[in-house]
């Protein structure tokens, strides 16, 4: 029951909000989204010789993504070296996503309860190193931790070690360098949910008899949860399809899948492989996604009781 | 003069809903309405019931589901608001926030294509009208609430509307404010002898202030008159409640008048249904010693204090309350006393037989 | 401190562990930072102030070119990602919600969503096929790839200056006889303009700062500043690539406050 008129608006305003999209909407289609279709055709294609495909359908990619052939008989066996790069990348992941919250949480915390005038600033402080060039920042922690970089010398010359140590090429020279790289993007979440978190309800629980640990645990936590798991996804999802900071830190040796796909446009001169591995990664961080849809609509259903 | 050419607005039938499939809601439901030329007219009526929709309607902000809004004799149902000559006072003023004090002023005039001089003259005019020279080149962030509100006022002014709409224009005022305002405006109607047409959801300020009032609930009007019309003859129980106090008394016809349920009758009022309600303002109702022969007996359950005046509520020998006002006694003087028995009186002239 | 009493919004180990983050925030930075201008090459020890580095960067063609390379890439993929955020940031807010809002808003974000590895094969794969097709090898793949991963960079602010934004303005300039062109551009721009150059400003760092997506996508030759300082670490980090570390930082530094004045809310 509406009026010519009003309808004629409706569409009106419609046709305008496509319309005025479309640039933005073309522009991704080329440099985005549209190649990405494109990722997943190539997926099922050989390899060529000398990079790039030839064009002739095959699953061998797909199955390539779990097993190799092995030289001698030409079974299928479990390819151990592709296993220990996705354990790798996935336990990495998950240790930073848990530590940049374990330390993360506190920050955000620190920052929302400052005195209104003050909270700018701290959060500036966060802010600075979420925009400065993730090359740099990756630069600079490899500068502490290297075999001759400002940790080793200072242990040396206060006596703690008589050899440095050796840190830098090793997993946990990546965990270190992503939790340091990814931090901010767990802080920030984690702030705009406490900012929001009503501090009368800290004094409602204390005066119910909460100790501390159960105001945190009972009141505070599950308050602030969607916080969390957007912290976590922003954390989780980059640590996973990470490559500079494991190409610097790592060295070569120590990849994740990010730095094995690359290997496969590179010296592997398998692209069928890389854009098989790229749609997987794909797919595990949509799901992820998905996870912290569902996850914050049910959070706000329950809100609004 | 014929009726065309003294109508300034006319809605006929206007119907506008919101929403689709279960959810419509009809926020004006068939409203006709004719507003004179020069008169200062007030749409009153509680959060909802359609009266800044009709506003946006006349405005062109929103199109109308249905019926037509003629301006001057004209069907301006179709046009978009920057080609109407109306202009509105916003609520929230709407002040462009980048623009000084002046330039929102000239805005309008500017974006008719008028040239430089007369905008210049124009906005100097207005600046002195709403008594705000001094503000010519401020950021509009920089004046108070109240000369906000003249900005806002000067600004509509300004391109000479035919009709200028004010949507709750000082409700964001305080109380001293608003009444300094009210008159402020009154001045500025009667000056420019421009057609205002004022919504307010604050019964005083419409009683105050217009020359007619539109009562209005639920998406449609319910009554349409002077302000002592509206105060004295509601015709309806929503339009006796929203304006003033008052008291309902459930009634029946019987010879010679109406019998309330405690036994006694009003004489002289009549009605064609069986039962009715009849709506007495406290302020008409007399108390009388208890020995009043011809006086509706009644007794004192408790008295409000409000400064000049004394609420005094009381039972019937039925039940019924009822609110009688009088004058706070002086003081030494001993007024009526809770737990008193009393009479009251009042002129059947005064009540008001609703039939809803 | 001389407030004694007890504090709800106090947890115990909160203030010192938020403390020592901000200390490993910065510490490897400023590290960074003084020996861009240390005199000696070795990191362990400061032996002195020095500009020879910036000067030494700036004196080598390779530092140049790709510095004038990514300028020139971050200033037209910024411009033209704002653009077209503006102008979609205008179509997705303040309208009745309409269909495919959604599916607009999905598609603008999704650079945000994909991992960049999975995007620069994508693009990798795609230009590789448009270079064998047209032969054309220029930076036009690179602006375009930059163009598009900026636009939520620029659409957020934008759209958030939007939804901000009094509707009413709009409804009192059409009120006062602007037509809808002369009430979006005498009241909808300039009221849009500060998120617009905070959106730019974003898009611009965003784009100055990639690596992932410009190492799959440029041609031989077409080092942006960040691939070529990569490509330095195998040769072991030169101090040369800390002192383009430090102007990149300030740089950043300049952007982000002045994003941060231009986005801050009236008290």
């Not at chain 2, 000049?308 to 030494?332: F, K, Y």
Request: charged share 15%; net charge neutral; aromatic share 10%.
């Amino acid at each position: 029951m509406a009026s010519e008129a009003e309808t004629r608006q409706v569409a009106a305003s419609t046709r305008a909000g496509w319309l005025l999209s479309t640039p933005a909407l073309v522009l991704l289609a080329f440099g985005a989204i549209g190649p990405l279709l494109i990722v997943v055709v190539y997926s099922f294609l050989l390899p060529g010789k000398y990079g790039n495909v030839e064009w002739g359908f095959s699953l061998d990619a797909w199955r390539g993504i779990l097993f190799t052939r092995d030289i001698f008989d030409d079974t299928l066996v479990l390819a151990d070296a592709h296993l220990s790069i996705f354990w790798r990348s996935v336990k990495l992941s998950t240790l930073t996503t848990l530590f940049t919250f374990a330390v993360g949480f506190p920050t955000a915390w620190f920052i929302a309860t400052r005195p209104q005038k003050q909270r700018a600033f701290w959060l500036f402080l966060i802010t600075i190193p979420f925009w400065t060039n993730l090359l740099i920042r990756t630069f600079a922690i490899n500068e502490i931790i290297r075999s001759e970089g400002l940790l080793n010398t200072l242990l040396l010359w206060l006596g703690v070690i008589d050899r440095p140590l050796e840190i830098i090429y090793t997993d946990f020279a990546v965990f270190v360098g992503m939790t340091y790289v990814y931090l901010p993007l767990m802080v920030l979440p984690l702030f705009a949910a406490i900012d929001r978190f009503d501090m009368r309800l800290l004094e409602a629980g204390y005066d119910l008899y909460a100790s501390r640990w159960q105001v945190l645990r009972r009141i505070i936590l599950p308050i602030v949860k969607p916080g969390i798991i957007a912290g976590s996804i922003l954390v989780f999802v980059p640590a996973l399809g990470a490559y500079v900071t494991p190409r610097i830190l790592g060295g070569g040796k120590q990849m994740m899948i990010g730095n094995f796909i690359e290997l496969q446009f590179g010296q592997g001169r398998n692209w069928p492989l890389g854009a098989s591995l790229s749609v997987t990664l794909l797919v595990i961080v949509t799901a992820a996604l998905l996870v912290y849809v569902r996850f914050a609509n049910r959070d706000r259903e329950v809100n609004h009781g | 003069m014929t009726a065309a050419t003294q109508s300034m607005i006319e809605a006929r039938h206007t119907v506008k809903a919101f929403g689709q499939g279960d959810h419509i809601v009809r926020a004006l439901d068939d409203v006709s309405i004719t507003i004179n030329k020069g008169e200062f007219f007030t749409l009153l009526g509680p959060s909802g019931c359609g009266k800044t929709t009709l506003l946006r309607l006349i405005a062109g902000f929103e199109m109308p589901t249905a019926g037509h809004i003629l301006l001057d004799g004209v069907d301006i149902t179709d046009l978009p608001p920057n080609r109407r000559p109306v202009n509105t006072v916003f609520q929230s003023y709407a002040l462009f926030p980048h623009l000084t004090v002046a330039q929102n002023i000239g805005f309008g005039l500017e974006m008719q294509g008028r040239p430089r001089a007369e905008v210049a003259k124009t906005t100097a005019e207005m600046l002195a009208l709403v008594k705000l020279e001094p503000m010519a080149n401020r950021k509009t962030s920089q004046l108070s609430g109240g000369q906000q509100q003249r900005v806002a006022l000067a600004r509509a002014l300004a391109p000479k509307p035919k009709v200028l709409l004010l949507d709750e224009p000082l409700s964001a005022l305080d109380l001293k404010l608003r009444k300094e305002m009210q008159v402020e405006l009154k001045r500025l109607q009667q000056e420019t002898g421009i057609t205002f047409v004022f919504v307010t959801h604050d019964q005083e300020e419409a009683l105050t202030m217009s020359d007619r009032i539109g009562v209005m609930s639920a998406g449609k009007l319910q009554q349409v008159g002077s302000p002592k019309d509206i105060y004295t003859r509601p015709v309806n129980r929503f339009v006796a409640s929203f304006i003033g106090e008052t008291n309902f008394l459930p009634a029946t016809p019987v010879a010679g008048g109406l019998q309330l349920g405690c036994g006694a009758v009003v004489e002289g009022l009549t009605t064609a249904k069986p039962s009715v309600t009849l709506t007495i303002r406290p302020e008409q109702i007399r108390i009388t010693p208890a020995d009043d022969a011809g006086a509706i007996p009644a007794t004192v359950t408790s008295l409000v204090y409000f400064g000049t005046d004394t609420h005094c509520h009381m039972a019937l020998s039925d039940g019924a309350e009822v609110v009688v006002r009088v004058q706070s006694p002086a003081s030494g003087e001993a007024g009526v006393r809770t737990g008193d028995s009393v009479g009251l009186r009042f002129q059947p002239a005064a009540a008001q037989v609703l039939e809803d | 401190m001389a407030d004694r009493g007890f504090s709800v919004s106090r947890l115990p180990g909160f203030t010192p562990t938020a403390m020592l983050v901000f200390v490993a925030l910065y510490l490897p930075i400023l590290m960074l930072v003084a020996f861009s201008f240390n005199a000696g090459k070795s990191v362990a020890s400061f032996e002195g102030f020095t500009l020879q580095w910036f000067v030494k960067a700036w004196a080598n063609d390779h530092v140049k070119d790709a510095t004038l390379r990514s300028l020139v890439i971050a200033v037209v993929a910024a411009s033209v990602a704002t653009v077209v955020a503006t102008a979609a940031a205008l179509g997705t807010t303040r309208r009745k919600a309409f269909k495919g809002q959604t599916f607009i808003y999905v598609v603008i974000n999704q650079p945000l969503m994909v991992p960049e590895i999975v995007t620069a094969v994508a693009l990798l794969i795609f230009f590789a096929q448009i270079k064998v097709l047209t032969g054309y090898q220029g930076l036009g793949y690179l602006v375009t790839a930059h163009a598009a991963f900026c636009i939520p960079f620029a659409y957020l602010p934008i759209r958030a200056r939007l939804e901000g934004m009094d509707l009413t303005l709009e409804s009192a300039a059409a009120d006062l006889y602007a037509s809808p062109w002369q009430t979006f551009r005498f009241v909808t721009l300039p009221l849009l303009l500060p998120g617009m150059i905070a959106g730019f400003m974003l898009a611009f760092v965003t784009s100055l700062d990639d690596v992932v997506i410009t190492l799959f996508v440029k041609s031989a030759g077409q080092d942006t500043l960040p691939t070529y300082m990569l490509g330095q670490i195998r040769r072991q980090i030169t101090t040369e690539v800390y002192a383009i570390s430090t102007v990149l930082l300030g740089l950043t530094v300049v952007l982000l406050t002045a994003f941060f004045l231009l986005t801050r809310k009236k008290d």
